[in-house]
Structures are given as structure tokens and as C-alpha cells.
């Protein structure tokens, strides 16, 4: 003989016990506590027993559901339907407010809720898994996918509510939670007198909520700051870019030490040179100086190092590079200074007596340098002692390369480095705290 299977009903009606609207609920086997939308009376209705009023949620303004009760809605691949409204705060700083909606499955008869704050959203459920799978260790919670850190501590106040619940949330009143996060996942532990129940929570898009229930995206209120697990955005590619970017640079190294060893520094001159005062030229100008000749074989980049003899004075050194074979010229001007004493018995200096130009891409050839010196007068005419490298091994090529090789990664750094900031400044137990 067939067993006859009475199907659940999709929904029930009941009237409020203090102003007779008629209310529709959807876990007709669960339910047992309402909250009317009319009259905002709260009470226990438990099979075919009197409703029993236990009190009202008198709040004149309060948080308007944006999904409404009743709405059918699909969020991570499982169908809801909204049944209840709870707009909460925190007990000791009643400023912070958020809304949950009571979510339920009809099928598996399996409740969800759907929070949200500033703008972000989390869905929670409860935890399948045993108790032995979560891990208290200090401030931080391990699990399986990885080590969760304690983020918010509080106690909650209910503001206001609509709809239906199957447990009583006046009890909520004296619950103490817990949240621990790794973002986009977070462990909620909820803790009373009695018992402690476990929570997980996932983060939720704003644009899926609102293609979920059918709602317009521009009823959801705008994200605020940073959501408490809201996924970095920076996060995904960073340690791919880390690794690519360590390997770049070891390349770079690389390339810069094989540059040097295939061409090899080679000193062409070396020479110390006196500036003599030209008697026929105004104070302070000296005799142009003709360096020995050099040949360079190869073209290449030269470096021309100038070290002076200065003694609290300054040099003023138009430089000139003539090749004697075509009469071409490379010209530049130094201006150095240098100069030192003793105020209140500390020894003081400003200035330095040494400085260099690069030459790039100089043709092979025969050259030597002409200098124009100016100076004032002082203790001694200065010495410079100039020396003329090809092929010197140049670091700014170098970190010019590496400059434009970090830009992106430190840009990219810094922007998950803000999103943490951002995430952390809501919370008592960030890393600076």
C-alpha cells in the first residue's frame, strides 16, 4: 500500500494579535515569532495556541526594508525567500547601525541572513561542520583555509523588526559576538549563558543582490569605505606581480654586471692641473688650461672626473672636449665650492670639491680637454686633478630601468596597503591597535 505524502504549504495566514492585519508567513512549520508590519506588535504564535503579544518595536525612524518581505531572490547559487526584517546596533555605541534580512530556503528549510553595513553585504549561515574544525588561538581563529584574525567584539540591540523568525530575537539582546575575518570570508561566534553557536559569513556584491531579488541597483545604498570582508582588488595579482617583479629585477642586476664585464672600464687620462691667474684678464680669471691628449679607440661614453684643491672658494669651469682629428666639440660648465670654519666650537663645511660630467656616445679619436677657470681670490690657487674613464660603469641607466620597472608594482602596493588601512580603521583589534 502507497504512503500519501501531505506536501508543506508555501505559505500561511495569521492575524496580529493587536491590530487584526493579516500577516503572511512562509516557514509554516518553523515560524514562531512575528513582528507586524502594521502595527509593529511583536509576538509568539505556536501552532493553533492564542497568539501571545510580548511587546512592540515603537522606533518612529527606522531602516526601510530594500528588499521586500516575501521577495523571491537567488545568492550564491541558492534560491531564498525573504522573511523577515531586523535593523540592529551595537549596545555600547548605538551610532553603528545595520540590517539583516531573514533569509529562507523552503526546500531544505535551511535560514540565512543577509546583512548589510554602509553599503556592503554578508550573507551568514550557520557552520555544517564540527566544532573541532575551528581553532582558537589568541586573537586569531585557524581553520582549514587559513588563519581568520579577530576583528569586532560587541553586544547587540535590536531597533526594529518586521516579519517572521523561528527563534525569539528578544533573546539577541544578550548575545556577545565575535567576528574573525579573512576576507572575503568571515567566522561569526555568538556566545550566551547557555551555549556557543558558530557562524560563517561570505561577502557579497552589492550588483548580486540587486540582480538576485530584481531589485533597481540604485536602491541599494552606496558602499561606504571598506567592508569588513570585502575582497582587496589588488590582492589577486599581487603575488604573481611580486614574483615577476623580483625575477625583472634579478634580470636587470644581471644584464648590468654582464654590461660591465663586456666593457670594461679603461682610464685614458689622469692628470693634475694648476689654475694660474691670467694678469691680462679680468681679477679672477686664469689662464686656459690644455690637458695632455688622449685616444679614445671605440666610440663610448666618457666620464670626466674633476677633483679640486678648493680652500673656502668657489671655481667657476667651462670644460671643453675638442677631438683634434674633425674639430668637433662637447662642452660643458661645473660650478664648484666648497668651504669650511668653526662657529661655537663645531667644525662646519658646505660645499664639496669634487664633481663629474658623462659624456654619451663620443666618437673614437684623438682629443684633448680645454678648461676656462674663474675663481676669486684665496689662500692658494686651486689644483684640479682630472681623470677621463670610457666605458664607465654607470648606475643611472641602471636605476632609471629599476625606477620605471617599480612604478606599478609600489603603485599596486600601496593600493592594497590603503584597502587594509581602510578595512582595519573600522576595528579595535587592527595591527596598529
Known sequence: ???????????????CPECRTSITYYDVAGSEFYACPNCHAYFQHTNEETPKLIGKYTRTTHATPLIPLGALGTLAGTQWRVVGFVERCEYQAQQYTWSEY????????EYAQLA??????????????????????????????????LYARYQTRILWAVGEFDWDIKGDDSVKISEYILPPRMVVQERNENAVTWYRAEHVEPSDVAAGFKVPPSSLPTPEGVGAVEPNPSAPKWPALKRLTLVALALLLLGQVLF??????????????????????????????VSPSFTLKDQAALLIELNTTLNNQWLELPVSLVNEQTGQGFEFTKNIEYYSGVEGGENWTEGRRDTDAVLSRVPAGRYHLNFYPITEAGP???????TVVANPFLWSNFFIALLSLLIYPVWLYMRRASHETGRWSQSDYGPTQ
Not at 531573514?102 to 528549510?109: D, I, N, S
Request: hydrophobic share 35%; proline share 6%.
Open 380 to 386: 692658494a690657487a686651486p689644483e684640479i686633478v682630472v
Open 260 to 289: 660591465s664585464i663586456r666593457h670594461r672600464r679603461e682610464t685614458l687620462l689622469s692628470e693634475r692641473l694648476r689654475v694660474v691667474a691670467d694678469t691680462a684678464a679680468a681679477a679672477g680669471t686664469g689662464r686656459i688650461i
Open 116 to 149: 548589510q553595513f554602509n553599503g556592503h553585504w554578508i550573507i551568514i549561515r550557520p557552520f555544517a561542520e564540527q566544532k573541532n574544525q575551528i581553532k582558537l588561538v589568541g586573537q586569531s581563529l585557524e581553520r582549514p583555509e587559513g588563519t581568520y584574525r
Open 102 to 109: 531573514q533569509l529562507y530556503q523552503p526546500e531544505t528549510r
Open 1 to 15: 500500500m502507497s504512503e500519501t505524502v501531505t506536501p508543506r504549504p508555501e505559505s500561511a495566514q495569521l492575524d
